[in-house]
């Protein structure tokens, strides 16, 4: 019975608050909520407005949809699959010749420092 006695009271509280609100107060509601608001700093923040400029000489861009895919003929697979099986071969290639070059530079390396060595002993001898 309580229940039932304050759920009246709140709804006839809200029908009456909806009576009492007129025009006059809606505006006056718009105009405070599109008041400049003020920041942080104390000063007034004015929303500027904006303007878009659209140019009536440019043209609207037409869009134009992509083809449906086709199926691929068996001369089409055979050709992308030699394009990649000449892309794999030639990477492979680049690693094995950089394996080389490497391998060479390495005995280039020894040699030197061999050289160098026996030029040191040959100095180191004569004094």
Same mark, same amino acid.
Request: hydrophobic share 45%; glycine share 2%; aromatic share 2%.
């Given at each position: ?12 509280? !809200? ?13 006056? !509601? ?98």
């Amino acid at each position: 019975m309580k229940a039932l006695l304050l759920l009246s009271l709140l709804v006839s509280g !809200a029908i009456h608050a909806q009576e009492n609100i007129s025009d006059d107060d809606i505006a006056l !509601a718009n105009e405070v909520i599109n008041t400049p608001a003020m920041n942080i700093e104390g000063t007034y923040k004015v929303p500027e407005p904006t303007v878009i400029d659209i140019p009536p000489s440019l043209p609207t861009p037409v869009v134009v949809p992509a083809p449906a895919p086709k199926k691929l003929t068996m001369s089409d697979k055979l050709r992308l699959r030699r394009a990649r099986l000449e892309e794999r071969n030639r990477i492979m290639m680049e690693k094995k010749l950089e394996k080389i070059r490497f391998q060479q530079e390495l005995m280039l390396a020894k040699q030197l420092e061999s050289q160098l060595n026996k030029t040191f002993k040959a100095i180191d001898s004569i004094e």
